[in-house]
């Protein structure tokens, strides 16, 4: 199993929509917790960290659940622009600063 | 501010070659780290460097890998002799402080390396 799970995609919306990234971790010591985005041939960006109490930054809300061991990542009215890999990434207490990503979930918006 | 510099950018070569990566952190980040990501995976580590230190060098294949950082700022990948599932993009990435979790890593452009 991996460590970081996500649902490979590809997502197609419509411009406008709202889109939802599901992820689940399966190492319960993981600390921190990130969405990366990359785009098509460039290297990953630190988009948002998450945080248990869930966190927003305009169209974005990422959401924590460490019982479940499960993150979110909501995308309200997308844009064109959003079309990218989007990474579900955690760090993991013991091996500092060690990021495991997921694979990534593709997203397209559709004019 | 200059980001993460890595060259070449892209190098094709045939198998049993070697082959190296250069990569040029943030200016004052003394946190450096190489990353392999495979086409429709997420990025995985390779190695971290805190100054010219390998602190996490577990995932790296040391039969034909090697890395070095040898005062502590630029960093040289090297591979010899390349397999074909070498294949990849080569990630470089820093960051400041002392290699806390909850330190920003900020990634190059990477080396996309293609072996025939």
């Known amino acids: 199993r991996k460590e970081v799970e996500q649902d490979p995609g590809p997502f197609n919306v419509p411009e406008g929509a709202t889109v939802a990234f599901n992820c689940t971790y399966s190492?319960?010591?993981?600390?921190?917790f990130f969405w990366y985005r990359q785009d098509c041939r460039k290297e990953p960006k630190l988009l948002m960290s998450?945080?248990?109490s869930g966190n927003e930054d305009g169209r974005f809300t990422a959401q924590l659940n460490r019982a479940s061991q499960y993150i979110s990542l909501l995308i309200r009215d997308s844009k064109l622009s959003d079309s990218a890999t989007y990474l579900c990434?955690?760090?993991?207490?013991?091996?500092?600063?060690?990021?495991?990503f997921g694979t990534g979930t593709l997203l397209a918006v559709q004019p | 501010e200059a980001g993460v510099v890595q060259s070449p950018r892209y190098k094709i070569i045939e198998k049993k070659q070697p082959v190296a990566f250069w990569c040029n952190p943030i200016s004052g980040h003394n946190t450096l780290y190489w990353y392999l990501q495979n086409l429709g995976q997420g990025p995985e580590l390779l190695i971290r460097y805190e100054n010219e230190e390998a602190v996490d060098d577990s995932q790296l294949p040391k039969d034909r890998f090697s890395a070095e950082r040898l005062k502590g700022v630029d960093s040289t990948l090297k591979i010899q002799p390349a397999e074909l599932g070498d294949s990849a993009v080569y990630l470089c990435a820093s960051s400041s402080g002392q290699g806390a979790y909850t330190d920003t890593q900020y990634f190059g452009p990477g080396t996309r390396l293609t072996v025939l």
């Open positions: 998450v945080y248990s």
């Open positions: 190492n319960s010591a993981s600390q921190s």
């Open positions: 990434v955690v760090n993991t207490r013991g091996a500092t600063n060690k990021l495991i």
